[in-house]
């Protein structure tokens, strides 16, 4: 496994692919950690999770330096990334014995009530885009539920991967708990089909989601996916226009626009879809494309080359089928992974900006007659993990929130994120099950009913 700083397209470390053998040696000792892991209290649970917390806190800027050298986003970013991370460990170890409780139930028992139980080791196959806080969401409720997990992460952040590991072994808990696997995307099937691997989670496109579901599926295994997304932001006539362009900005540059709930398509009412534009415009020419080390850039390249590529085919696609380039859609003349901000106007259904996921900083604008129109073109999609509306009604935000956009998350004059005390997850081809909050947790366990007669 190579590491290609995609700054400069050069190599910077190599790490050996495990062999199927010791890949099925880690996964017996993960097995045998958890047979003790589950019979340890939630209260030393708790005490090693905050001890991982403050690990992240005092290793934050070595670890974002270590994310921003393998996938390119902003120092900044990395960094916040990883106390994020620690923000989600010190929230399962104080929540999640509370979240695990015995839930008592009236029935025509002497007593009747349900548990939640760990069930073994639930295997991870994680992205490049977010290298800690994928796996931290997953590995904190997991562990804190009592399982034990194995990592199979991106091919180009395996220092990531490592150091994860790391974070979980310092702060004490039991060597073989949570183990990073150096494998191919290959070997995963191995994985499922063995016995001791009881779950999986996947976060990452459609078609790799598909492939794990499948495994897992032939052997009767569960699992949790969060996939693509293209999350539309619907902005109405009554919406605060200058609020509005700034926040959908934000939220498309977010991690350089790689992100599944970054804005990807930005459905204005046509009352103001050109006093929207211009804002938008202004804040998109604004951004700082630079090298992502340096202060105040607000974005870096994109994690590899051969992803600008794809981005750069589908803006050129788009623009073939009748959208116009307002802003960027050239790859830039220099080494390295880099595409700038770009802006398309006139996208419609049909259209590769409309209906696929673009995975960079590309804006797609698309004009609506109306609220109806504007909610009918945002939920004309194959994903629904986010979305968004913007509209200076309250009670109209929360109405086509709660009750008319196809998402998984829905916000109203906010963009969409990640939040340890929500739960987090998508619909259609955006996935199923949920990470975070009490959900989240209960995903990987044994909801059991116990009948006392």
Same mark, same amino acid.
Request: with cysteine.
């Given at each position: 496994?190579?590491?290609?700083?995609?700054?400069?397209?050069?190599?910077?470390?190599?790490?050996?692919?495990?062999?199927?053998?010791?890949?099925?040696?880690?996964?017996?000792?993960?097995?045998?950690?958890?047979?003790?892991?589950?019979?340890?209290?939630?209260?030393?649970?708790?005490?090693?999770?905050?001890?991982?917390?403050?690990?992240?806190?005092?290793?934050?800027?070595?670890?974002?330096?270590?994310?921003?050298?393998?996938?390119?986003?902003?120092?900044?970013?990395?960094?916040?990334?990883?106390?994020?991370?620690?923000?989600?460990?010190?929230?399962?170890?104080?929540?999640?014995?509370?979240?695990?409780?015995?839930?008592?139930?009236?029935?025509?028992?002497?007593?009747?009530?349900?548990?939640?139980?760990?069930?073994?080791?639930?295997?991870?196959?994680?992205?490049?885009?977010?290298?800690?806080?994928?796996?931290?969401?997953?590995?904190?409720?997991?562990?804190?539920?009592?399982?034990?997990?194995?990592?199979?992460?991106?091919?180009?952040?395996?220092?990531?991967?490592?150091?994860?590991?790391?974070?979980?072994?310092?702060?004490?808990?039991?060597?073989?708990?949570?183990?990073?696997?150096?494998?191919?995307?290959?070997?995963? *099937? @191995?994985?499922? $089909?063995?016995? /001791?691997?009881?779950?999986?989670? =996947?976060? &990452? #496109?459609? !078609?790799?989601?598909?492939?794990?579901? *499948? @495994?897992?599926? $032939?052997?009767? /295994?569960?699992?949790?996916?969060? =996939?693509? &997304? #293209?999350? !539309?932001?619907?902005?109405?006539?009554?919406?605060?226009?200058?609020?509005?362009?700034?926040?959908?900005?934000?939220?498309?540059?977010?991690?350089?626009?790689?992100?599944?709930?970054?804005?990807?398509?930005?459905?204005?009412?046509?009352?103001?879809?050109?006093?929207?534009?211009?804002?938008?415009?202004?804040?998109?020419?604004?951004?700082?494309?630079?090298?992502?080390?340096?202060?105040?850039?607000?974005?870096?390249?994109?994690?590899?080359?051969?992803?600008?590529?794809?981005?750069?085919?589908?803006?050129?696609?788009?623009?073939?089928?009748?959208?116009?380039?307002?802003?960027?859609?050239?790859?830039?003349?220099?080494?390295?992974?880099?595409?700038?901000?770009?802006?398309?106007?006139?996208?419609?259904?049909?259209?590769?900006?409309?209906?696929?996921?673009?995975?960079?900083?590309?804006?797609?604008?698309?004009?609506?007659?109306?609220?109806?129109?504007?909610?009918?073109?945002?939920?004309?999609?194959?994903?629904?993990?986010?979305?968004?509306?913007?509209?200076?009604?309250?009670?109209?935000?929360?109405?086509?929130?709660?009750?008319?956009?196809?998402?998984?998350?829905?916000?109203?004059?906010?963009?969409?994120?990640?939040?340890?005390?929500?739960?987090?997850?998508?619909?259609?081809?955006?996935?199923?099950?949920?990470?975070?909050?009490?959900?989240?947790?209960?995903?990987?366990?044994?909801?059991?009913?116990?009948?006392?007669?």
């Amino acid at each position: 496994m190579d590491v290609i700083n995609p700054v400069n397209g050069e190599k910077t470390a190599s790490y050996e692919v495990m062999s199927d053998e010791v890949m099925m040696q880690v996964l017996d000792r993960t097995h045998a950690a958890w047979l003790e892991w589950r019979t340890v209290g939630f209260d030393e649970r708790s005490r090693l999770m905050r001890r991982a917390a403050e690990l992240l806190r005092e290793r934050s800027d070595r670890y974002g330096r270590m994310i921003t050298g393998e996938m390119g986003k902003t120092l900044k970013s990395a960094v916040a990334e990883v106390e994020k991370c620690a923000w989600v460990c010190d929230y399962y170890a104080e929540n999640a014995e509370e979240f695990l409780s015995e839930e008592h139930i009236e029935t025509d028992a002497s007593g009747s009530f349900i548990t939640y139980n760990s069930i073994g080791v639930v295997l991870a196959v994680m992205p490049w885009n977010f290298p800690f806080w994928q796996v931290f969401r997953f590995a904190a409720p997991a562990l804190m539920a009592g399982n034990t997990g194995l990592l199979k992460h991106a091919s180009n952040v395996p220092g990531s991967a490592l150091a994860i590991e790391e974070v979980f072994r310092d702060a004490g808990f039991p060597e073989h708990a949570f183990r990073t696997l150096l494998i191919k995307g290959s070997q995963v *099937s @191995k994985l499922l $089909e063995h016995e /001791k691997v009881k779950a999986a989670t =996947l976060t &990452g #496109s459609a !078609p790799a989601g598909s492939a794990v579901a *499948s @495994k897992a599926g $032939e052997m009767l /295994k569960k699992t949790v996916l969060e =996939l693509g &997304g #293209s999350d !539309p932001y619907v902005i109405l006539e009554d919406a605060d226009l200058d609020q509005a362009a700034s926040t959908c900005v934000t939220s498309r540059l977010i991690n350089g626009g790689q992100s599944c709930i970054a804005a990807k398509r930005f459905i204005v009412v046509e009352e103001v879809a050109d006093a929207f534009t211009e804002r938008f415009l202004e804040g998109m020419r604004e951004a700082v494309m630079d090298d992502p080390m340096i202060d105040g850039v607000t974005f870096g390249p994109m994690a590899r080359e051969d992803l600008r590529d794809e981005l750069h085919e589908q803006v050129t696609r788009s623009v073939r089928q009748g959208a116009g380039c307002l802003l960027g859609g050239e790859v830039p003349d220099r080494s390295g992974a880099w595409y700038p901000p770009t802006v398309l106007t006139g996208v419609r259904p049909g259209m590769a900006a409309f209906d696929e996921e673009l995975f960079g900083p590309v804006a797609a604008i698309v004009t609506a007659k109306d609220e109806s129109e504007a909610v009918a073109l945002a939920n004309n999609s194959v994903f629904g993990l986010g979305a968004a509306v913007f509209t200076g009604d309250e009670a109209r935000g929360r109405r086509i929130a709660a009750e008319e956009l196809e998402a998984g998350c829905c916000f109203v004059n906010e963009f969409v994120k990640s939040d340890p005390r929500l739960p987090f997850g998508g619909i259609k081809t955006s996935g199923y099950g949920r990470e975070l909050s009490y959900p989240g947790i209960r995903e990987f366990t044994n909801i059991k009913t116990v009948y006392v007669a």
